[in-house]
């Protein structure tokens, strides 16, 4: 039982790095699609450098660096050329699954040496919850952190104001003199960069090798994590541990022989996915609480 919650909590956490930065880009107005493509791109960027370099830690930079960049590709577009987020963002996909694809073809069968795991000290030895709660990767406390920091920036600093004002009336703040381009600029890059820890993860820790498309569509799931959430990170946490231990389902129920065809069982995060989706549309109030308003819009500065 233990060994099957560390998994769910495990198999969260990219989720819990991509929904996060999703969640600021869109909470300054910016719908980002690109996310599977950014994973992947972080995803390939921290297998070759750990290999190339012999350090996993030289690969969580690098995979974070390769997010943010890929989401800068996406920004030039977006936000500097005002082309449609949504066509974008599906490009940026297809963009980062083929350019992920040429950059690790080099790597395919090759492994790394995936990150360590941290124990804290005092903390592990607490019965039962020690061990599943203080003895990971420096990328699980990571996740977390990040999940509190962001929720403290949005609601207690004056940036974080900033940032929800552009989101929701990027007229309004540009009237009272804010960039809202370089606002969005920087949301969408701090979003690049944490889909890009959520794709280093997956070699550096779930699986330590490379292969082609290996997000598997956690991207997607990311993406309606943060509608799950209604845009609040408080709620990232338990959306991306449910929506991990639908997808552990899958795993668990091949290894004890259920009769469910296998493919089905593989389908269950993605029906997951498009069952929350039509509860939270059919629940219009829901939908809206904490929905940028301006979400999605194309914002044209007036020189």
């Known amino acids: 039982m233990e060994a099957l919650i560390l998994t769910v909590l495990l198999t969260s956490v990219p989720l819990i790095f991509a929904a996060s930065g999703e969640l600021i880009a869109e909470r300054s107005g910016v719908l980002n699609l690109g996310v599977e493509g950014m994973m992947l791109m972080g995803a390939v960027s921290a297998f070759a450098a750990s290999s190339i370099f012999g350090s996993p830690y030289v690969g969580i930079l690098a995979g974070a660096v390769a997010g943010a960049l890929t989401a800068a590709v ?16 599906l490009a940026l996909t297809i963009f ?9 073809a080099p790597f395919v069968g090759g492994t790394i040496d995936g990150l360590p795991t941290l124990a804290i000290p ?5 019965p039962v919850f020690g061990n599943l709660l203080f003895n990971h990767d420096i990328m699980v406390y990571l996740s977390i952190g990040f999940i509190v920091i962001i929720a403290w920036f949005l609601t207690q600093t004056r940036a974080g104001l900033v940032l929800r004002a552009v989101g929701n009336s990027h007229d309004s703040a540009h009237a009272l003199g804010y960039q809202v381009l370089l606002v969005r600029f920087y949301a969408v890059s701090f979003g690049g960069m944490m889909a890009g820890l959520g794709g280093a993860y997956l070699p550096l820790v779930l699986t ?3 292969s082609e498309g290996m997000t598997a569509g956690r991207g997607w799931i990311a993406l309606a994590l943060v509608v799950f959430a209604s845009w609040l990170p408080s709620r990232i946490l338990i959306g991306a541990l449910l929506f991990g231990g639908i997808t552990i389902m899958q795993l668990a129920g091949q290894a004890r022989g259920w009769t469910i065809p296998p493919q089905l069982l593989s389908m269950l995060p993605y029906i997951a996915t498009i069952v929350v989706l039509v509860i939270i549309a059919r629940n219009r109030e829901f939908a809206r609480a904490n929905s940028p308003a301006c979400l999605g819009q194309i914002f044209i500065q007036n020189k």
Do not use: E
């Open 122 to 126: 005092l903390l592990v030895d607490i």
């Open 74 to 89: 996406f920004a030039v577009f977006a936000l500097g050329l005002a082309t449609n987020q949504v066509a974008t963002g």
């Open 96 to 104: 980062g699954a083929g350019l992920s694809g040429l950059v690790g």
């Open 208 to 210: 330590p090798h490379w």
